[in-house]
C-alpha cells in the first residue's frame, strides 16, 4: 500500500500510475506504433499542407529568379522623353530597329526609351518622382540622350547636362545636321541655393547642344503629340558612340 505523508495508508496501490515514472515517448516511436491508416491520417492532418505549401514557395521563388536571370539584358542606350507618350507597341519596334542599327544581340541587350515622365500638368509628387530619376540617371551615368519640348530642355540645358555638339560631333556631321541644331535660352541662376548643375558646370552662354527633331521622319513614326521635340546628347553618358549613332539613326535621308 501507498503511504501518504502523515504516514497514513491509502487506498492506492503501489503500481498507480501516479507513481510511476515519466516517459517521453519520441514522435518517431509514435509514428512506428501507429497502423497504416493512422499514418495516413496523421500526415494529412499535420505535415501534407505545410509540405504544399513549401513547395509552392520555393517553385514561385524558382521561377521568379529564372525569369529576372533568363530576361535581363544589358541597356546599350537608355534615353528619357519628357512631356509625351507613344503608343507601346509602336516603340516596341522602335527600339527593336534601333537596336538592330546599333548591331546590338537582342537576346543580351536592349533599347530603352522612357516615355513616362510627365514633368508638366501633373501633379507636384509625380512631377517631383520623375525629375528625381532623370537626375539619378545623369549622376550615375547611365542616361545617354534625353527628349523634352522646349521648355524642359532649355532648363536642363541651362544645367549643363548637355554637351556642346561642336566638341562631339565632326564638322562634316555638323554640317549635315546644321538645319536642325538648337541654341537653348539658359534661365538666369539667380537662386544662391540652386543646385550646381548635377555634378556640371552651368554655362555662362548658349551653345548648340540639341537637335530639333521635327524634321525627323523616323521619330515623327512614332506620333509623340510634341509639334518640336529636342534631343540632347547627356554630358555624363559612358555611351557616347551609341548616343551619336541614336542620331544617325533619326536622320537617315541627310547628306
Same mark, same amino acid.
Given at each position: 500500500?501507498?503511504?501518504?505523508?502523515?504516514?497514513?495508508?491509502?487506498?492506492?496501490?503501489?503500481?498507480?500510475?501516479?507513481?510511476?515514472?515519466?516517459?517521453?515517448?519520441?514522435?518517431?516511436?509514435?509514428?512506428?506504433?501507429?497502423?497504416?491508416?493512422?499514418?495516413?491520417?496523421?500526415?494529412?492532418? #499535420?505535415?501534407?499542407?505545410?509540405?504544399?505549401?513549401?513547395?509552392?514557395?520555393?517553385?514561385?521563388?524558382?521561377?521568379?529568379?529564372?525569369?529576372?536571370?533568363?530576361?535581363?539584358?544589358?541597356?546599350?542606350?537608355?534615353?528619357?522623353?519628357?512631356?509625351?507618350?507613344?503608343?507601346?507597341?509602336?516603340?516596341?519596334?522602335?527600339?527593336?530597329?534601333?537596336?538592330?542599327?546599333?548591331?546590338?544581340?537582342?537576346?543580351?541587350?536592349?533599347?530603352?526609351?522612357?516615355?513616362?515622365?510627365?514633368?508638366?500638368?501633373?501633379?507636384?509628387?509625380?512631377?517631383?518622382?520623375?525629375?528625381?530619376?532623370?537626375?539619378? #540617371?545623369?549622376?550615375?551615368?547611365?542616361?545617354?540622350?534625353?527628349?523634352?519640348?522646349?521648355?524642359?530642355?532649355?532648363?536642363?540645358?541651362?544645367?549643363?547636362?548637355?554637351?556642346?555638339?561642336?566638341?562631339?560631333?565632326?564638322?562634316?556631321?555638323?554640317?549635315? #545636321?546644321?538645319?536642325?541644331?538648337?541654341?537653348?535660352?539658359?534661365?538666369?541662376?539667380?537662386?544662391?541655393?540652386?543646385?550646381?548643375?548635377?555634378?556640371?558646370?552651368?554655362?555662362?552662354?548658349?551653345?548648340?547642344?540639341?537637335?530639333?527633331?521635327?524634321?525627323?521622319?523616323?521619330?515623327?513614326?512614332?506620333?509623340?503629340?510634341?509639334?518640336?521635340?529636342?534631343?540632347?546628347?547627356?554630358?555624363?553618358?559612358?555611351?557616347?558612340?551609341?548616343?551619336?549613332?541614336?542620331?544617325? #539613326?533619326?536622320?537617315?535621308?541627310?547628306?
Amino acid at each position: 500500500m501507498a503511504i501518504n505523508i502523515n504516514n497514513k495508508k491509502t487506498k492506492l496501490s503501489d503500481e498507480a500510475s501516479i507513481y510511476t515514472s515519466h516517459k517521453t515517448v519520441s514522435e518517431k516511436e509514435t509514428w512506428e506504433k501507429m497502423s497504416r491508416a493512422e499514418k495516413k491520417t496523421q500526415f494529412k492532418e #499535420y505535415y501534407l499542407t505545410p509540405l504544399l505549401i513549401g513547395i509552392m514557395v520555393i517553385c514561385i521563388a524558382g521561377y521568379l529568379i529564372y525569369d529576372a536571370v533568363s530576361s535581363y539584358r544589358d541597356i546599350v542606350l537608355l534615353t528619357a522623353v519628357i512631356n509625351d507618350h507613344f503608343d507601346e507597341e509602336k516603340l516596341e519596334e522602335f527600339n527593336a530597329d534601333l537596336l538592330e542599327h546599333l548591331n546590338g544581340d537582342a537576346k543580351k541587350e536592349k533599347v530603352s526609351i522612357e516615355d513616362d515622365y510627365m514633368l508638366s500638368g501633373s501633379g507636384g509628387a509625380e512631377s517631383l518622382k520623375g525629375s528625381e530619376q532623370i537626375t539619378s #540617371y545623369i549622376y550615375a551615368k547611365q542616361l545617354d540622350t534625353m527628349i523634352a519640348d522646349e521648355e524642359f530642355f532649355n532648363h536642363y540645358a541651362s544645367l549643363g547636362c548637355f554637351h556642346d555638339l561642336r566638341t562631339i560631333l565632326t564638322d562634316e556631321q555638323l554640317s549635315k #545636321y546644321s538645319d536642325y541644331l538648337y541654341y537653348p535660352e539658359l534661365e538666369e541662376n539667380n537662386d544662391p541655393n540652386a543646385p550646381s548643375g548635377l555634378q556640371t558646370i552651368r554655362p555662362s552662354e548658349t551653345y548648340p547642344c540639341g537637335i530639333i527633331l521635327s524634321g525627323s521622319p523616323v521619330y515623327s513614326s512614332l506620333e509623340g503629340a510634341q509639334t518640336e521635340p529636342i534631343m540632347g546628347i547627356v554630358v555624363t553618358s559612358d555611351r557616347l558612340d551609341n548616343a551619336i549613332a541614336f542620331l544617325e #539613326y533619326l536622320f537617315p535621308d541627310v547628306n
